[in-house]
């Protein structure tokens, strides 16, 4: 096992190379440069490429391209680049190309303070592109060393699903630094756990099933299949076509094909909730350190306190909500967004709270004391304007 | 370990995020979790500077300094917007550019890096070495020296030879401190 310290850039840009990616075109972005900067050093090391777009739309449309010529590839940035993803991001979740997409959230609103952690795009990330008609896969890692495993695990999804899987992170998790251990033997992987789906190719004829499969190999050109890809409805066969029945097929592959294997994806974390607790934390991402700190301060002075935290948010568990209680939503935004999933989530009676912090982490006090005041059935303090009751 | 947390901080081109990432590097190669946020202001040099380190034994959960066990005060502004965290812990302040306040609640003790550096190497860019130093004799039963001594000449590009000097002032300036 390599043991190091270092930043979360460094273990995405470590992990991508680790499941075999060979192309990275991006722009840079703080707080996710060094993304970037490591992979255009990293990438010639193991026979891969390293492009600087011009920009993030064209960077992810490159991806694209090297994806349908069979490479591995991947990108990175933050919110302002993200946004700028939402064209060719329909691209490959149309034609089902395999992609690994890095978000690094820093605070906003829009372009915000660069160097400073916020959690503004958990919806953008479930509606990445337009014309709805299909579900997003996410994950999102909390740590450097989870930002690892995840990036690997990206990549495995990516290639199953065929189709742009988002890596949600944030500005404490991507600067961050921290203990970072990569696997060396087969045996150090299998621990951790780590799975590398080779590239497949698909020889045709149909590129295009109307079915809710997995593990179907992607379109790589000059493989049987002409220009078998755009972003219009295809046939089996990936001509375009107008008409409504193969419209239908294809609305239907895009959902189906990950809700129906959710259960491969969908990955989360309980903190003490074996005793039917009064009060449960909710968050995802870096919060949900503090989360789990809160948790375990909260038990040790006698507050029934329990949490959740979402490794992967999209799609959302619902199933994970199935306990009354006071839910409280830890997020870093004032506008309040995985607090709607929640609400949504719970069960009928349960209450649905809110705590949002911008810039920087909350403290574990805060939280215990939110909680403490929840259970005694108090109204949260605003910090200024916020809005606490959902 | 138990959960050991630490705040530097300082303004931009002293060397606060440096110092905590040899600090840091030597507490991992050493066998331990580290986990270091670090915040600035925008400018490159000159604004203000804020490295957070929790070292443990296992795994760390929320990585933010809440009530620091050590605290190394190198700029004025950073002592006045930190100094209220310390409760139980220790602020190690550098007397050349912090007055401490009159009646103190926390336990403070002087380490004059800047001064001593300067006179010893003729720089003050050597003044974080000398606090890693003292941070290292601090830590000197769960972390080796040598540790610190191989951290240090990985993430030091240059003059490597004096800021081992300047490690060594400051190691040997607080000898017999214990954490």
């Not at chain 1, 295809?234 to 959902?255: M, N, S």
């Not at chain 1, 503090?290 to 329990?306: C, D, M, P, T």
């Not at chain 2, 302040?93 to 403070?108: K, L, Q, S, T």
């Amino acid at each position: 096992m390599k043991r190091l310290f270092d930043t979360g850039n460094a273990a995405i840009t470590e992990a991508a190379i680790f499941a075999g990616c060979k192309l990275f075109a991006g722009y840079p972005i703080t707080p996710a440069t060094e993304i970037a900067e490591n992979m255009s050093r990293r990438l010639p090391q193991v026979g891969g490429f390293y492009v600087q777009a011009e920009d993030e739309l064209a960077a992810l449309h490159i991806c694209i391209g090297g994806s349908l010529g069979g490479l591995k590839a991947m990108t990175s940035t933050s919110g302002p680049g993200y946004i700028l993803f939402a064209d060719p991001y329909g691209w490959a979740l149309g034609s089902e190309i395999p992609v690994v997409v890095v978000n690094a959230q820093r605070v906003g609103p829009v372009s915000g303070i660069t160097g400073a952690p916020g959690q503004g795009e958990f919806y953008l990330s479930r509606y990445p592109t337009h014309g709805g008609n299909f579900e997003s896969i996410v994950l999102a890692p909390n740590s450097v060393q989870e930002a690892f495993q995840l990036t690997v695990e990206a990549f495995y999804l990516a290639e199953r699903f065929r189709m742009p899987i988002t890596v949600l992170a944030d500005q404490i998790v991507t600067d961050g630094w921290e203990t970072l251990l990569i696997p060396e033997t087969e045996a150090e992987i299998q621990a951790m756990g780590l799975k590398v789906a080779l590239r497949q190719i698909n020889y045709g004829p149909e590129f295009y099933p109307a079915t809710d499969e997995i593990d179907v190999p992607p379109v790589v050109l000059g493989h049987n299949t002409g220009a078998a890809c755009s972003d219009w409805t295809p046939t089996a066969e990936g001509f375009d076509t107008e008409e409504v029945e193969w419209q239908h097929k294809h609305a239907y592959r895009l959902i189906y094909k990950v809700r129906n294997n959710r259960s491969i994806i969908s990955q989360y974390e309980e903190f003490a909730l074996e005793d039917e607790p009064d009060v449960i934390f909710v968050a995802y991402g870096s919060p949900s350190r503090v989360v789990k700190s809160a948790v375990q301060a909260a038990r040790e002075q006698g507050l029934k306190v329990g949490g959740i935290r979402l490794v992967s948010i999209w799609p959302f568990p619902d199933e994970v909500f199935h306990r009354s209680a006071k839910y409280l939503s830890v997020e870093l935004n004032y506008d309040g967004q995985l607090v709607r999933e929640v609400q949504r989530a719970v069960p009928k009676g349960s209450e649905v709270h809110f705590l949002g912090r911008c810039g920087e982490l909350p403290k574990v006090l805060e939280l215990v004391e939110a909680a403490r005041t929840l259970i005694n059935g108090q109204p949260l303090k605003a910090i200024k304007w916020e809005r606490e009751a959902w | 370990m138990k959960r050991t947390e630490i705040l530097i901080s300082g303004f931009g081109g002293q060397g606060v995020v440096r110092l905590g990432q040899i600090f840091s590097t030597a507490a991992v190669y050493e066998g331990l979790y580290t986990t270091m946020l670090v915040s600035h202001g925008t400018e490159t040099r000159g604004g203000y500077v804020r490295s957070q380190i929790v070292i443990a034994g296992q795994p760390i959960d929320s990585p933010v300094v809440e009530n620091p066990d050590y605290f190394c005060a190198m700029s004025k502004s950073a002592y006045t917007k930190f100094m209220s965290l310390v409760t139980a812990g220790t602020i190690l302040y550098d007397p050349g550019y912090v007055e401490p306040e009159r009646n103190p609640i926390a336990r403070h003790v002087a380490i004059p890096a800047r001064d001593r550096v300067v006179q010893e190497l003729g720089k003050d860019i050597f003044a974080n070495s000398f606090f890693l130093g003292v941070l290292g004799q601090y830590f000197k039963t769960a972390i080796h020296k040598e540790h610190f001594y191989q951290a240090l000449s990985e993430r030091v590009a240059k003059f490597q030879a004096e800021n081992r000097q300047a490690f060594d002032f400051g190691y040997s300036y607080q000898e017999g401190a214990d954490a």
